[in-house]
């Protein structure tokens, strides 16, 4: 990438091929062990791909990029499946809400997502899907008479990542009361921002880096408020999961309040300490 003086649409392929290359060993690693963390990496690795098109989405052919988008998401959809199990089983493992004939029935509902996403995240067939969303991006950018160099297009990017956070942010906390969906898109927008900011770092001021301490800051609580309307939406999509009636519902009250509780802590985080239109 050097110091950002080449030219945006040279460095896409240096910059997507490492991201390729890493999916593909992870998916390998999960053909041989489904581990949990591993999902969760390769989630990882597809979310930057994705924030990746999205930098390049404005040199792209525009059916192109939607075509390529919803390739990469796909995969990432496949993934996450097998990754909603592991929350739900973590989150009512962690706490004791569930014995052990109703957390053997979740292992196995685990294992069946698994199974069905094995044709999508088998190591050949997403290493050919992900080589030909890069090939026709590439070609699509050679078409492209635009040249940016790479420094001023992120920079770019990044400035319109952030204030996409921000009119985000601002809807959540206007609402009287607290809205889930609203802390979705902040949740969303904010991965973009930090991502962005891991691939470009070397490129950026060093005030960026204070952007992204702040962006962890809310990350984690986002994250675990994202974790807990996923597991509770999990179980009212699929009531039988649970075979005792009495711990489902236990179970469901339970995400329910914590939910809940986290998603006015958040409000208030964001109300009263959280400023991102500075730094």
């Known amino acids: 990438m050097g110091k950002g003086r080449s030219g945006a649409k040279a460095a896409f392929s240096a910059l997507a091929s490492p991201l390729v290359d890493s999916a593909v060993e992870q998916a390998w690693d999960l053909a041989r062990v489904p581990a949990v963390e591993g999902i969760h990496q390769l989630r990882i690795t597809l979310r930057s791909l994705m924030t990746l098109w999205w930098l390049y989405r404005p040199l792209l052919d525009a059916q192109g990029y939607a075509r390529q988008r919803s390739s990469l998401k796909s995969i990432a959809i496949a993934a996450g499946k097998a990754r909603d199990y592991d929350i739900l089983i973590e989150l009512l493992g962690r706490h004791d809400k569930c014995g052990a004939a109703a957390m053997a029935a979740l292992m196995a509902a685990r294992e069946a997502a698994i199974q069905a996403a094995q ?8 290493q050919t899907r992900l080589e030909d969303v890069l090939k026709q991006a590439s070609a699509s950018l050679d078409t492209n008479a635009r040249q940016p160099r790479l420094k001023a297009f992120a920079k770019t990017r990044l400035a319109t990542s952030r204030r996409q956070l921000g009119r985000r942010i601002r809807r959540a906390v206007a609402a009287r009361t607290p809205e889930l969906q609203a802390f979705h898109a902040v949740r969303k927008a904010g991965k ?30 986002l994250g675990e408020l994202n974790d807990l309307a996923v597991s ?14 009495d711990q489902a519902d236990t179970a469901r009250r339970w995400l329910r309040k914590k939910r809940k509780h986290r998603l006015d802590d958040l409000a208030r985080l964001l109300r009263e300490s959280h400023k991102l239109k500075r730094g």
């Open 192 to 221: 973009k921002t930090r991502y962005l900011l891991e691939l470009f770092g070397p490129l950026l001021p060093a005030d960026h880096r204070r952007l992204r301490k702040r962006l962890q800051k809310i990350q984690q609580p």
């Open 232 to 245: 509770e939406s999990l179980l009212w999509q699929n009531p039988h999961l649970i075979a005792s009636p």
């Open 119 to 126: 044709d999508m995240l088998s190591p050949p067939r997403l």
